[in-house]
């Protein structure tokens, strides 16, 4: 096959995959845009069309590793770390998920969440620090039960309060957003109840 023909074979498949990902059918996307990525796998725009279309079709390993090549092309693309961490969130919280990694997935959410926020320089976009503020909550939940090997009571308070931090300043941004209060609550209910036994001491 001539580098030519390789190259609009690969188009093709991008523009179906492309088109297929517009229609919301992401089973059609991941067919055409897997094809496309196996024709030249250093196209960034097809990859993350692959990822994201692996991401709504719940399947979130290939959707990491998908966004894992895009940003290895394209390490300042926001948007990859953004999906990758919305992917890892998901298997974080999966109860099929062993326990130690759904660490690494729920850790490694944070880290690239903080990661796109470095890189976007955007000061309304919210959804950044929304989506880190539930990650570390669900990292600070996670580290505080007690019948888990992975219990660390101190790691799991500062990360409620760094939960607790986003979510303020994103609705210091849009202040009539009741979802967000309410995530701010259940982070501070969370809080409150970590810290409650060493209170009643004093």
């Known amino acids: 096959m001539s580098s030519l023909e390789s190259a609009s074979a690969q188009s093709a498949y991008v523009k179906l995959g492309q088109q297929a990902l517009m229609d919301g059918d992401f089973r059609s996307a991941v067919s055409h845009l897997e094809k496309a990525c196996i024709t030249d796998s250093t196209n960034a725009n097809a990859l993350w069309m692959l990822g994201y279309s692996y991401y709504h079709s719940d399947n979130y390993k290939k959707s990491i590793a998908a966004y894992t090549r895009v940003i290895a092309i394209k390490p300042a693309d926001a948007t990859a770390y953004y999906y990758r961490a919305r992917a890892k969130s998901y298997l974080g919280k999966d109860n099929q998920t062993p326990a ?3 660490e690494l997935y729920l850790l490694g959410a944070i880290v690239d969440l903080t990661k796109a ?9 919210n959804k950044y620090y929304q ?5 570390y909550r669900d990292y600070g939940m996670f580290k ?4 888990s090997h992975f219990y660390d009571r101190a790691r799991g308070i500062n990360s409620l309060k760094a939960s607790i931090t986003d979510l303020e ?10 979802d967000i209060t309410g995530l701010i609550d259940q982070s501070k209910e969370k809080l409150l109840q970590a810290t409650a036994p060493t209170v009643a001491h004093h």
């Open 100 to 102: 130690a990694d759904k």
């Open 117 to 125: 926020i470095s890189i976007n320089s955007d000061p309304n976009d």
């Open 169 to 178: 300043k994103v609705l210091s941004v849009n202040p009539g957003r009741m």
């Open 131 to 135: 989506n880190r503020g539930i990650a």
């Open 144 to 147: 505080l039960q007690n019948n």
